[in-house]
């Protein structure tokens, strides 16, 4: 049984939305089996910008620094998503459960899975591991999965860009 299917890869996949916007309705459905979920959606014509608007309700989680304001905001929104859990066998996965009810539209399911996953990563890791790239201007959501709980760049590119910069700005010679 899996004990968390709403936790890592649900943050992750919603930051892949959101470092990554995908052109259609079907590059949305591919990167939710790029993250692992397996259920079919019923097709709704508002489906792409209902999800984008998912997205970017997230993103007002991800730039809210404080921790009760970062629970504010997941509260509502598990509060419009969630349903009462349900035990759940589909598509070969074994058993797991859904905090949604069935059958829902894709924007309705990745709110319920990505609010829900994104507190449970917050709980579980802490409420500082989701953030914006610090280096700047990039802008790109970064992920904290690290064991010591300090990832602050969203690639090694990054991270090294922003070291340089440290450098030169001591007055090292480049």
């Given amino acids: 049984m899996h004990l968390n299917p709403y936790g890592e890869y649900a943050v992750l996949l919603a930051a892949s939305l959101a470092n990554e916007w995908p052109d259609s309705r079907a590059g949305v459905v591919e990167r939710t089996r790029e993250f692992g979920m397996t259920m079919e ?4 014509p508002e489906d792409h910008q209902r999800t984008r608007r998912v997205v970017d309700d997230w ?27 349900r035990l759940t ?9 859904h905090y949604r009810d069935d059958n829902q539209a894709l924007p309705s399911v990745l709110r319920a899975v990505i609010s829900v996953g994104t507190s449970l990563h917050l709980v579980t890791r802490g409420m500082h591991r989701l953030g914006i790239c610090a280096a700047e201007p990039c802008g790109q959501v970064v992920v904290d999965v690290t064991r010591n ?20 700005s001591r007055g090292a010679p480049a």
């Fill in 41 to 44: 959606f019923p097709v709704c």
């Fill in 59 to 85: 993103l007002e989680i991800v730039r809210t620094p404080d921790p009760g304001g970062r629970a504010a905001l997941l509260n509502t929104q598990m509060a419009d998503a969630t349903a009462y859990p």
């Fill in 89 to 97: 066998d589909h598509d070969g996965e074994g058993w797991h459960l």
């Fill in 149 to 168: 709980g300090r990832q602050r760049y969203c690639s090694v590119r990054c991270a090294n860009r922003a070291a340089v910069r440290r450098h030169r």
